[in-house]
């Protein structure tokens, strides 16, 4: 808590200490005396709102914060809702003297004053204020400052109620248009690897990765010896794996974000299941080690679904060098190779590669039917070269590729990706 005189105060105060150095020096009593009602006054004060602390034990009061909505999309707005609410008499007689204002990170508030409604009743007060995202994490929000100043107006406090609450940013993502026919293709079970089922079971075709376990057919699994799972419309969708490389610079990270999530809640949409992987995305394993890929979501899961697969975006940094960011993207690219899903889509938002990156990424749409969208980052004159080469040879490899520049409108990037296969 912080203490101390408004300006009313340091004026008593000032003015006691010159009456009393005068009364002293002329020897007036009734200037001393004045001297020291006038310094009595702020120090009075001061005791007292050390003595009535607004926080202190039972007497004090209780705050919630609520923000809606909770993530929220960079570029969208929240209203957060601060109750501050007093259990007996005594708290709520403070309650009526104090004031309100409240913290958030530049990256909620823009950089202003928060501008809140306060609505007050006998026993609550209610703060309310918009904030607005503009940039993807994790932002702390609170803890509510409230300032309370004595019945005379001489001492000011200020201190802090509650504790700080983190708002979840997610990227800002954009409704892409249904993918086509000649991206999906028609679910059977020669796209995804699995053989011809014999007459007995007709309905059934081996288990591969993404698929929903609820659909293992356990009995025909014991006599077979390896899983085998019910096949239909559904469970024949195609695992999509939404591969994803994250430049130095902050503004093409945070648009390659973008992308790759709008791609994946389309496909999702879509019915396929999907995982992202790439730079930064590090999901436990039961050994503790880290992955760089995310597990499969699956549609039928509903809007969790949604908020699983853009939850893994809060925390993605970008690459302090242009070859960390390639090395974790090979990471996962080997991934891809050894999770034995064949026949799946990948689709990738990458930048320009080296030769070591051009040949392992080819190598995906050995197993995989894969679609790129090269960016041109712009951090040197040969980048748009570089971008070429890259889209080069993976069109050579059998990827369908769609150059960009990075900040391109995400739809229409998507529409030109989706027309390179004609």
Do not use: K
């Amino acid at each position: 808590m912080r203490r101390r005189p408004t300006a009313r105060g340091w004026a008593l105060a000032a003015a006691g200490v010159v009456a009393l150095q005068t009364g002293i020096g002329l020897g007036s009593l009734d200037l001393v005396r004045m001297g020291v009602l006038l310094l009595a006054v702020p120090v009075t004060a001061l005791v007292a709102v050390v003595l009535v602390d607004t926080v202190r034990g039972r007497r004090g009061l209780e705050v919630h914060r609520d923000v809606h909505p909770e993530p929220v999309h960079v570029g969208q707005e929240a209203e957060v809702r601060v109750d501050i609410r007093a259990s007996d008499r005594a708290g709520r007689a403070r309650l009526a003297g104090l004031r309100f204002s409240e913290q958030a990170a530049v990256e909620l508030s823009g950089g202003r004053a928060l501008r809140a409604r306060v609505q007050r009743r006998a026993d609550h007060a209610t703060v309310r204020y918009p904030v607005r995202a503009t940039r993807r994490g994790r932002w702390p929000l609170g803890p509510l400052v409230v300032t309370r100043t004595d019945t005379f107006g001489v001492v000011r406090s200020r201190t802090t109620l509650g504790s700080e609450s983190q708002v979840a940013v997610w990227p800002a993502v954009v409704a892409l248009p249904a993918p086509s026919d000649v991206l999906v293709g028609e679910p059977d079970r020669v796209a995804l690897g699995a053989r011809t089922p014999s007459t007995d079971d007709a309905n059934l075709r081996d288990y591969r990765e993404g698929d929903d376990l609820r659909r293992v057919h356990w009995t025909s699994s014991a006599r077979r010896g390896t899983l085998l799972v019910r096949s239909d419309e559904r469970a024949g969708m195609r695992p999509v794996s939404v591969l994803m490389d994250l430049p130095v610079r902050p503004s093409t990270t945070e648009w390659t974000i973008s992308v790759a999530a709008s791609m994946a809640l389309a496909m999702l949409d879509s019915g396929h299941p999907v995982r992202l992987a790439g730079s930064g995305i590090a999901v436990g394993t039961a050994t503790g080690a880290a992955r760089a890929a995310s597990p499969y979501v699956h549609a039928r899961s509903g809007p969790e679904a949604r908020a699983a697969l853009l939850d893994l975006t809060l925390d993605l940094t970008p690459a302090r060098t242009s070859t960390d960011g390639e090395a974790a993207l090979l990471d996962a690219v080997r991934l891809l190779d050894t999770s034995h899903a064949s026949g799946e889509i990948v689709l990738a938002v990458i930048g320009p590669l080296s030769a070591p990156g051009r040949a392992a990424l080819a190598h995906v749409a050995d197993t995989a039917q894969g679609w790129a969208l090269v960016r041109e980052d712009g951090r040197h004159a040969t980048d748009a070269r570089e971008a070429h080469h890259t889209a080069t040879a993976l069109r050579r490899s059998g990827w369908r590729v769609a150059q960009v520049t990075a900040g391109e409108d995400p739809v229409q990037c998507w529409l030109r990706l989706l027309g390179s296969a004609s």
